[in-house]
């Protein structure tokens, strides 16, 4: 019987997205369109790993079942690491991307330091609170004029050099390469025989321990941010 694990976003984009990538597991990737009017998790967390962690955890104590969600955004050196969690509102609540990169451009001027990096948290959770984190970054400048027509958010001003144009002038599939949600995501794909297992424990203990770091290569469970409690 397949695992059920609900992806915290009425997105079927992203739905779409990781169904494909898990399509060779054992598991039905559900979202928060196949259930009832649920409350929506607060992301007021200081980072993009507290509101990945925050919207799973919340969404698999709610629903009972284990829950994935993201947090991604970008972070300017010169601008102290913003917008940052504040990426998709920087101009305002109602902010169009267009005021927010406007509003970015404003910051940016005068600033000869214009590196930037776009960073992605994937959270996996079960409903007693533990969870995994999975991360990816994709360095780059901030360009002083948009350029190119797809992607979007601030893809028009984010200069990836390993690309040689902007995320706005990438073709999806070359974006998804390089990308800092592509690196996230083919992080959880490479670990997810091994997600599974835990899954499973985890949800039949009543006092759940951490897990075997050994069984999770490609993270780094030295660092206390990976497993949440």
């Not at 990737?29 to 990945?52: H, Q, R, W």
């Not at 780059?140 to 144009?165: A, H, M, Q, W």
Request: overall charge negative.
């Amino acid at each position: 019987m397949p695992q059920i694990i609900v992806l915290a976003t009425r997105n079927q984009g992203k739905v779409k997205e990781f169904a494909e990538m898990l399509k060779d597991f054992p598991v039905e990737i559900k979202s928060l369109n196949d259930f009832g009017p649920i409350p929506e998790a607060v992301e007021d967390g200081a980072t993009f790993d507290d509101n990945a962690y925050k919207k799973a955890s919340f969404t698999a104590k709610v629903l009972g079942l284990p829950a994935m969600a993201d947090d991604s955004g970008l972070t300017v050196e010169a601008l102290d690491g913003a917008p940052g969690v504040y990426s998709a509102r920087y101009a305002g609540d109602k902010a169009s991307d267009a005021d927010n990169i406007a509003k970015l451009l404003r910051e940016m001027e005068g600033k000869e330091n214009r590196k930037a990096a776009f960073e992605c948290v994937i959270s996996i959770a079960v409903p007693s609170g533990p969870a995994l984190t999975f991360e990816g970054r994709c360095e780059g400048e901030i360009l002083s004029t948009p350029r190119g027509n797809d992607g979007f958010g601030y893809d028009p001003v984010f200069y990836c050099s390993i690309l040689g144009k902007t995320f706005a002038e990438a073709s999806m599939e070359e974006k998804n390469r390089v990308s800092h949600r592509g690196k996230a995501v083919a992080q959880v794909a490479a670990e997810f025989a091994k997600v599974l297992t835990w899954l499973e424990q985890r949800l039949f203990e009543e006092k759940p321990e951490k897990p075997d770091h050994s069984q999770f290569e490609h993270n780094d469970w030295s660092e206390e941010i990976m497993v949440r409690k």
